[in-house]
């Protein structure tokens, strides 16, 4: 299959059936976004795997509730809470989520250049990218 064939296949899910993910696949998954590209090679970056675990249940509810709702197709503001209009993001429900997070780096090894904000976004949704990509091609 080629890569366009797999991006033009994906899709974004909003609900999941709540079934083990192969660690098999998890690893090929986790393998390609930690392969992807980063600036100055710096990788500023952690991915989390939030899984079947009581803690991990418990921030993805969290997120869920607190952190994804939505009112008018627009993310929800705090005058908004009260709309009966609210959808939240299911995305949090999947069987795995993976959580980009900044890690401190060693300033020895970094040059001494600041990692603006920007670019650790940048090679976060570079990498998270991939991830997709590759949970896309193993189906």
């Known amino acids: 299959m080629w890569l366009l064939d797999i991006i033009k296949k994906r899709y974004s899910a909003r609900e999941f059936e709540n079934i083990q993910v192969n660690e098999e696949k998890l690893n090929y998954i986790l393998d390609c976004a930690l392969a992807a590209p980063s600036k100055q090679s710096i990788y ?3 991915i ?28 929800a503001r705090t005058e908004d809470k009260k709309s009966n209009e ?14 980009w997070t900044n ?16 670019q650790l976004e940048s090679d976060i949704y570079v990498s ?5 990509l590759a949970a896309e091609e193993i189906g």
Do not use: M
């Open 44 to 46: 500023p970056y952690e």
């Open 48 to 75: 989390h795997v939030l899984g079947h675990t009581k803690l991990a249940s418990e921030i993805k509810d969290h997120l869920v509730w607190n952190d994804t709702w939505c009112v008018k197709g627009y993310r």
């Open 86 to 99: 609210k959808v939240y993001n299911l995305q949090y429900g999947a069987p795995i989520v993976l959580a």
């Open 103 to 118: 890690r401190n780096i060693n300033e020895e090894n970094y040059n001494t250049r600041e990692h603006s904000s920007k």
């Open 128 to 132: 998270a990218s991939f991830a997709l």
